[in-house]
T-cell receptor, first 112, second 113 residues
Framework: DAGITQSPRYKITETGRQVTLMCHQT?????MFWYRQDLGHGLRLIYY???????DKGEVPDGYVVSRSKTENFPLTLESATRSQTSVYFC???????????FGQGTRLTVV | QQQVKQSPQSLIVQKGGISIINCAYE??????FPWYQQFPGKGPALLIA?????SEKKEGRFTISFNKSAKQFSLHIMDSQPGDSATYFC????????????FGGGTRLMVKP
């Protein structure tokens, strides 16, 4: 049981290209989140979803698009990648029996 | 606007010493304060958490101290070990926001043998 899986683990893309980061969970948790981690900023929330077909902006949503057609998947798309979007991206789930959020292994994205 | 401020950014402690990391928050609606531990190449994982109705919570060598009036909370790692070397994040969340977390900036802890 993998729990939460992110793919790819590493990605290098060029400025202006569209790139999609995938997140899949096996727990059926209602909430899913996308965070980005940058040195000195900790983890900042990009988008979150309370349930299938319900998404909302977080702290740093500009340049990102999300969708959630199925409870288990929550892809994050960078429509036109910029160098400032070079970061480590973490998907997380929540909404189980407690207040804990569970994180994936992360995707390291480099935009050149 | 950073709602959760964490200090220090980095910390070096000798094996057996006490590691102390501090956080301060602004939003009084926060009602859940977890600490996450992150090892290189891994995602953050919950270490310990506290709610504002208690002033202290201890789990093994890890203790959270909580000061509601000052809007501050801290993590103490007793008898620090090299295996504790990691990045630590404090966070806060509100009951009506699911499990959405607001994180501090993180503290990179190194425990020297």
């Amino acid at each position: 049981d993998a729990g939460i899986t992110q793919s790819p683990r590493y990605k290098i893309t060029e400025t202006g290209r569209q790139v999609t980061l995938m997140c899949h969970q096996t727990w059926s948790h209602s909430y899913m989140f996308w965070y980005r981690q940058d040195l000195g900023h900790g983890l900042r929330l990009i988008y979150y979803s309370a349930a299938a077909d319900i998404t909302d902006k977080g702290e740093v949503p500009d340049g990102y698009v999300v969708s959630r057609s199925k409870t288990e998947n929550f892809p994050l798309t960078l429509e036109s990648a910029t160098r400032s979007q070079t970061s480590v991206y973490f998907c997380a789930t929540g909404g189980g029996t407690g207040r804990e959020a569970f994180f994936g292994q992360g995707t390291r994205l480099t935009v050149v | 606007q950073q709602q959760v401020k964490q200090s220090p950014q980095s910390l070096i402690v000798q094996k057996g010493g006490i590691s102390i990391i501090n956080c301060a928050y602004e939003n009084t609606a926060f009602d859940y304060f977890p600490w996450y531990q992150q090892f290189p190449g891994k995602g953050p994982a919950l270490l310990i958490a506290i709610r504002p109705d208690v002033s202290e919570k201890k789990e093994g060598r890890f203790t959270i101290s909580f000061n509601k009036s000052a809007k501050q909370f801290s993590l103490h790692i007793m008898d620090s070990q090299p295996g504790d070397s990691a990045t630590y994040f404090c966070a806060a969340s509100m009951n009506n926001a699911g499990n959405m977390l607001t994180f501090g900036g993180g503290t990179r802890l190194m425990v020297k043998p």
